[in-house]
């Protein structure tokens, strides 16, 4: 088991920067891919970005490519997300989630994590 917890949500105005924070207890922090993904209100949960277990390996999806950056830090079972040029469309919950298995192109898909957390709002003003 897995506990996750988001932080570092907010309201920003476009063209500024958040961090997102996710903490998390109960288990091998470091045996677990780490992943992002976010919702906005009437759409379904898209993926962001994913993170492997020693944190050299990334993949993102294509509209935060060069903007977002995903990064671990396992001794302290933190996962980050550094969001940067920050558009309106940006604006959704953003979900940190945990998956067993090393980092692939399955990660991209929401159905391959295991726990979730409850979510952070991100709001970007125009």
């Known amino acids: 088991q897995v506990q996750l917890v988001e932080s570092g949500g907010g309201l920003v105005q476009a063209g500024g920067s958040l961090s997102l924070s996710c903490a998390a207890s109960?288990?091998?922090?470091?045996?677990?891919?780490m992943g992002w993904f976010r919702q906005a209100p009437g759409k379904e949960r898209e993926f962001v970005a994913a993170?492997?277990?020693?944190?050299?390996?990334?993949i993102y999806e294509d509209f935060v490519k060069g903007r977002f950056t995903i990064s671990r830090d396992n001794a302290k079972n933190t996962v980050h997300l550094q969001m940067n040029s920050l558009k309106p469309e940006d604006t959704a919950v953003y979900y940190c989630?945990?998956?067993?298995?090393?980092?692939?192109?399955?990660?991209?898909?929401?159905?391959?994590?295991?726990?979730w957390g409850q979510g952070t709002q991100v709001t970007v003003s125009s």
């Open positions: 109960g288990s091998t922090f470091s045996s677990y891919t």
């Open positions: 993170i492997g277990w020693s944190g050299v390996s990334t």
């Open positions: 989630a945990a998956a067993t298995g090393r980092l692939g192109s399955q990660h991209k898909n929401k159905n391959a994590y295991d726990y």
